[in-house]
């Protein structure tokens, strides 16, 4: 069974950083692309970002509103994803979804979340 | 970026009804389109891909069409376990866009 379980959400300040982590297990998690999606309180889905895989080097995408300040990593070894986000802003605040990509391609899996709350 | 519109944003319906949601792509996006549920304080569960394949273990009372701009997902026996909030998304460009979400609710 793919289980994804994220960790590290908290109370931040502004300006301030926090690092999310997402546990995988129950699939080769080497072969799969992953994402971030985000959720504020009481809205809709929105996308943060993507790793592929080592095949394709780890590179990323991101979101314009986080590009240059958050940045997403992977350790196959550790089969764990992870969001390092820097100058964070109000608006981050979000339950922050780790979704697994399938046939590098659409969303399948998702985990419980991780609530991030930025207020001073 | 590519915007997706889905209407309506709620809606009721009874115990047995056939239920469609409509999604519109503001730009052609193949079939590269997939939908969600996701019930209050739950994470969303991932229910189509590629416009109308189910995912592993979704019941067959749900079903989607389309392609290009314009999707539709139909829930053909409304049951009291479908109420939530149904999204849908595009991933055939960056950045992966939802849309805004349909409500739906038993009367």
């Known amino acids: 069974e793919v289980q994804l379980v994220e960790s590290g959400g908290d109370l931040v300040q502004p300006g301030g950083s926090l690092r999310l982590s997402c546990a995988a297990s129950?699939?080769?998690?080497?072969?799969?692309?992953m994402d971030w999606v985000r959720q504020a309180p009481g809205k809709g889905l929105e996308w943060v970002g993507r790793i592929r895989k080592k095949a394709q080097s780890y590179s990323t995408e991101y979101a314009a509103s986080v590009t240059g300040r958050f940045t997403i990593s992977r350790d196959d070894s550790e089969n764990s994803l992870y969001l390092q986000m820097n100058s964070l802003k109000i608006e981050d605040t979000a339950v922050y979804y780790c979704v697994r990509v399938y046939s590098s391609s659409y969303h399948d899996s998702w985990g419980q979340g991780t609530l991030v709350t930025v207020s001073s | 970026d590519t915007q997706m519109t889905q209407s309506p944003s709620s809606l009721s319906a009874s115990v047995g009804d056939r239920v469609t949601i409509t999604c519109r792509a503001s730009?052609?996006?193949?079939?590269?389109l997939a939908w969600f549920q996701q019930k209050p304080g739950k994470a969303p569960k991932s229910l189509i891909y590629?416009?109308?394949n189910l995912q592993s273990g979704v019941p067959s009372k749900f079903s989607g069409s389309g392609s290009g701009t314009d999707f539709t997902l139909t829930i053909s026996s409304l049951q009291p376990e479908d109420s939530a909030t149904y999204y849908c998304q595009q991933y055939n460009t960056y950045p992966l866009t939802f849309g805004g979400g349909t409500k739906v609710e038993i009367k």
């Open positions: 730009q052609g996006i193949r079939n590269y």
């Open positions: 590629a416009a109308s």
């Open positions: 129950g699939f080769t998690f080497s072969d799969h692309y």
